[in-house]
Nanobody
Framework: QVQLVESGGGLVQAGGSLRLSCAAS????????VGWFRQAPGKEREFVAA????????YYADSVKGRFALSRDNAKNMGYLQMNSLKPEDTAVYYC???????????????WGQGTQVTVSL
């Protein structure tokens, strides 16, 4: 019954910005952690960022710290990942998930979206 849908991906040049959205239904995200992961072709899924319902417990991967930022709109049941200063190595499919606590291990998230493609050109 719970469904997550990512959007906002696309093709941008290095140094550009995107904001990814994670729309939730069947679950009120204000009471759950939201995590973001990414996966490039032929590579393992990689943790990107995660935060709890009030934004006071957040964690960012070293590779994106200072460039990416989490936010959410609880009234819209929507989570966001603002991505600035994008690099070609950020190219991947990005997934959002929800779970009971903030974690860098994807096993802690019980629902996932279908992913949205982010491509960063030179």
């Amino acid at each position: 019954q719970v469904q997550l849908v990512e959007s906002g991906g696309g093709l941008v040049q290095a140094g550009g910005s995107l904001r990814l959205s994670c729309a939730a239904s069947g679950r009120t995200i204000s009471t759950y952690a939201v995590g973001w992961f990414r996966q490039a072709p032929g590579k393992e899924r990689e943790f990107v960022a995660a935060g709890n319902w009030d934004g006071r417990n957040t964690y960012y991967a070293d590779s994106v710290k200072g460039r990416f930022a989490l936010s959410r709109d609880n009234a819209k049941n929507m989570g966001y990942l603002q991505m600035n200063s994008l690099k070609p190595e950020d190219t991947a499919v990005y997934y959002c998930g929800t779970g009971p606590l903030v974690a860098t291990d994807g096993a802690y998230y019980d629902y996932w979206g279908q992913g949205t493609q982010v491509t960063v050109s030179l």
